[in-house]
Structure formats: C-alpha cells, structure tokens
C-alpha cells in the first residue's frame, strides 16, 4: 500500500512577514518613544521646580534687603554673622560642601557682598 501523495501546500511568505514585522515594529516604536516622552516629561517638570527656585531665591533676597535695612535703619549692623553661620550650616548639613556654596549665593544676593 502507498500513501496517496499530495501536492505541498505553500503559504504565501509575503503576507505573514508583513504582518509580523508590522507587529513587531509597533512595540518597538512604543519603546522607543517611551524613554523621549519620560524625558520630555522630567525635564517639564524641572523647568518647573527652577521657576519655583528662582521665585523663592528673589523673595528670600527681597526680605533679607527688608532685615538689613530694617535693622540699619534700627541702629545695628548691615550683617549678623553668626545669623548667617547658622544659614550656612542648615545648607551645609542638608546638602553638604555645595550646600556651603549655595548658601554663599543666597546670603549675597540678599545683603549684596562683603
């Protein structure tokens, strides 16, 4: 007895790798846009946080000039050094050797310098 033979039956290659290469570049395109959308999103949210520095960083050195002025016009001194100590070791203690650095900044732009 022989088995009847049929003719192979062939899929198209076409069809099936069109659609799997479509499938496979619809994730792909997802991914790889994910990581610009994340960033897209930090960096909109850090121009956020700069803008709520730079308000506060000019409302500081506005009562600061208020406390200097107040304070000369008073009869006292331009400066409290061991008040600006204190600063200086707040941001030194909470954010270390650059803290002492920002805390310079802060202090000046509020008395103006030494």
Known sequence: MTAPTTAPTTAPTT?????D????SGP???LADAPTSH????????DEIDAS????????ATLSREVGATRVAS???RLVLSREGE????FRA????????LGLLILRAGRGPL
């Open 87 to 90: 600063i200086l070791d707040r």
């Open 21 to 24: 290469q479509t499938k496979a």
């Open 94 to 101: 909470a954010l270390g050797p650059d803290g002492t650095q």
């Open 15 to 19: 069809a099936p790798m069109a659609e």
């Open 28 to 30: 792909a395109e997802t």
């Open 53 to 60: 520095i730079i308000s506060l960083w000019q409302e500081r």
């Open 39 to 46: 960033i897209a999103e930090l960096r909109e949210r850090i």
């Open 75 to 77: 009869g006292g001194t």
